[in-house]
């Protein structure tokens, strides 16, 4: 086997056990924020087991996946087996694919302990290094979930189930639009579809995308919630309305796999985020700018990018509690008339200042224009949609709307 | 009803400004409200570890006791109010001629059965001696059904048990069982 065999065979080993154990924890941070909301303390019980040391209820995660493998394994009668069973697959299989070409930092230099090289060169902290179509990598794969989606809802053969995934089906295909719009403009503006070249291009010019092009930040933000289906835009699977959406039918650990799955896409959504707008591993004056790293310049690369990500969770968690769901019709209208116009503006934008800095009208690196247009315009197309087309908040039929309550129908 | 009926008022929603269309002031009130409890007291309280503030024994509705009068001898007179008070029919009294001079009956036996019981206290408001009274002991626990249906023995050392801690309710209260 050759090196870079064993350097990927040992990068995907790292990865899932890492991104397991981040999502059994991520859930007891999730519960522990739900909790701190809402006045109460959270899971502070479970620790080591067989003593008194309880370390704040860290051992929790753990009690969760025994209790989930010590479930019965229950499949109804009435599901149709091979896609009810296929259905978790499908969505973990892609939730974790996704991880292939997300860098977790840059570079590490060469493993040189003793006077033993590894591979001889700097190993890239990613799986799979130097995909050219890093994104549409990721878009292609987020969008398979839709199918575990779509099948564990058709294959429950159940109500509440099949509501769920065909709302979810809907949300997701109308957000991954805006969603690819908001991205657009950083790959103008950057010139590459790879993931790292993207953390680059920040990192020399010093200005996050964030900066640049906020509207593409609000439109993707909003997307990708609505695609990791969190709430506000947690139709899929509203609890109090379908019970539990797609997967009602699903117990023990064909249910922990659409949980993992899950979280798994918020989690892809919070480094995405993070990659794309803020920068990735990128921090003025703490990390360098280039591929040239120490061990110790690796591991602060390494910890700012945990940091970012850790923080765009907690917004993401705490959102969970700060927003009602939005109404079907709601979501709809948000995805297709608020946040499509919004996310094809930022790309006009874009594709407008990336034009004129290519034919030379404007400077090169001229990284200040670009913000103050970018903020200018998304002050614009915000306050202009507020104001053009505001969000339909009362859907009830009333005489006068053309609607079933006209008098000449309700007489026919 | 029509929906053309002149009695439906049909009401039409407050319009939301400029702000409330942009959504994020809201957004930001939302928010704010969130942050402002994470770090807020919490309300939890770690049970066994720690005791539950009961704000007033004297109205908290917890274990039942029989209570005993000055002579150590049971209050009761088996005149079965509670019992015909009971909505829940969780009470179980046999009567007995009584022993003592000053009063015809007295309880043989007197069961609670704390499974069925609701707490709602009618039990305690029913009765003319002041003989059955609710505690504020609130962890009821055991092992069978049997060990929770609570006999006379039981229940008086229920008394001996509270007595110190909660004295007699009528007596706090200030209104004294007339002679």
Redesign the interface.
């Known amino acids: 086997m050759s090196p870079d065999l064993i350097a990927a065979l040992v990068k995907i080993a790292l990865l899932i056990g890492g991104l397991m154990t981040a999502a059994a924890y991520l859930v007891l941070l999730e519960r522990w924020i739900a909790a701190w909301v809402q006045d109460r303390k959270g899971p502070n019980r479970v620790g080591i087991p067989l003593t008194d040391i309880k370390l704040f209820g860290l051992g929790q995660p753990l009690a969760d996946g025994l209790k989930f493998i010590f479930k019965e394994e229950y499949t109804p009668a009435h599901v149709d087996k091979a896609l009810f069973v296929l259905a978790p697959l499908v969505i973990l299989a892609a939730a974790l694919a996704i991880f292939a070409v997300i860098p977790f930092g840059s570079v590490v230099p060469d493993f040189d302990i003793w006077g033993y090289k590894f591979t001889g060169d700097a190993v890239n902290l990613v799986v799979a290094p130097g995909v050219d179509v890093g994104l549409i990598y990721v878009f292609a794969l987020s969008s398979i979930a839709v199918y575990g989606v779509i099948l564990g809802g058709w294959s429950s053969n159940n109500k509440y189930s099949f509501i769920g995934g065909l709302r979810s089906s809907a949300q997701l295909i109308a957000y991954e639009i805006p969603m690819g719009l908001g991205i657009l403009g950083i790959v103008l503006s950057t010139g590459s579809l790879r993931l790292d070249a993207i953390i680059g291009s920040q990192a020399q010019s010093g200005w996050w995308n964030a900066m640049t092009q906020p509207l593409g930040l609000l439109v993707f933000t909003v997307a990708a919630f609505a695609e990791a289906a969190r709430l506000p835009f947690d139709l899929p699977e509203a609890e109090q309305e379908l019970i539990g959406g797609y997967h009602t039918e699903y117990a023990g650990m064909k249910l922990i796999l659409f949980l993992i799955a899950e979280f798994l896409h918020m989690i892809t959504a919070a480094l995405l985020i993070v990659i794309l707008f803020f920068g990735g591993w990128h921090f003025w004056g703490l990390t360098g700018a280039d591929d040239q790293v120490t061990w110790l310049g690796a591991l602060l690369r390494i910890f700012v990018l945990v940091t970012k990500f850790m923080l765009v969770v907690l917004f993401f968690m705490l959102v969970r509690w700060s927003w009602p769901r939005f109404r079907f019709d709601q979501l709809m209208s948000l995805a297709w008339k608020v946040m499509l116009p919004l996310g094809l503006l930022n790309l006009a934008t874009m594709a407008i200042l990336v034009e004129l800095e290519a034919n030379g009208t404007l400077p090169v690196g001229s990284q200040g224009t670009f913000a103050l247009v970018g903020w200018g315009v998304m002050l614009v197309g915000w306050i202009g949609s507020a104001l053009v087309a505001p969000l339909q908040t009362d859907n009830r039929p009333r005489p006068g709307a053309g609607g079933l309550l006209e008098p000449e129908r309700l007489l026919a | 009803m029509?929906?053309?009926d002149p009695d439906i008022y049909?009401i039409?929603?407050p319009q939301?400004g400029?702000a409330g269309?942009?959504?994020l002031p809201l957004?930001m009130q939302?928010?704010t409200?969130?942050?402002k409890?994470?770090?807020?007291?919490?309300?939890?309280v770690?049970f066994p570890e720690e005791r539950p503030q009961i704000g007033n024994p004297l109205i908290y509705r917890g274990v039942h006791r029989l209570n005993k009068d000055e002579a150590g001898r049971v209050k009761c007179v088996a005149c079965f109010l509670c019992a015909t008070a009971c909505p829940a029919h969780c009470i179980d009294i046999v009567a007995a001629p009584s022993p003592w001079p000053d009063r015809e009956k007295y309880p043989e036996s007197f069961t609670i059965d704390e499974l069925r019981c609701i707490f709602c206290g009618m039990c305690e408001e029913a009765c003319p001696v002041d003989a059955v009274e609710l505690t504020s002991l609130l962890d009821l626990t055991g092992r069978s059904r049997e060990e929770m249906i609570f006999d006379k023995e039981k229940l008086l050392s229920v008394y001996d048990m509270t007595q110190a801690a909660e004295p007699m309710k009528s007596l706090e209260l200030g209104n004294a069982p007339s002679k």
């Open positions: 029509q929906a053309t049909w039409t929603e939301l400029l269309n942009m959504y957004f939302g928010l409200t969130t942050v409890h994470l770090f807020s007291p919490k309300v939890t770690s």
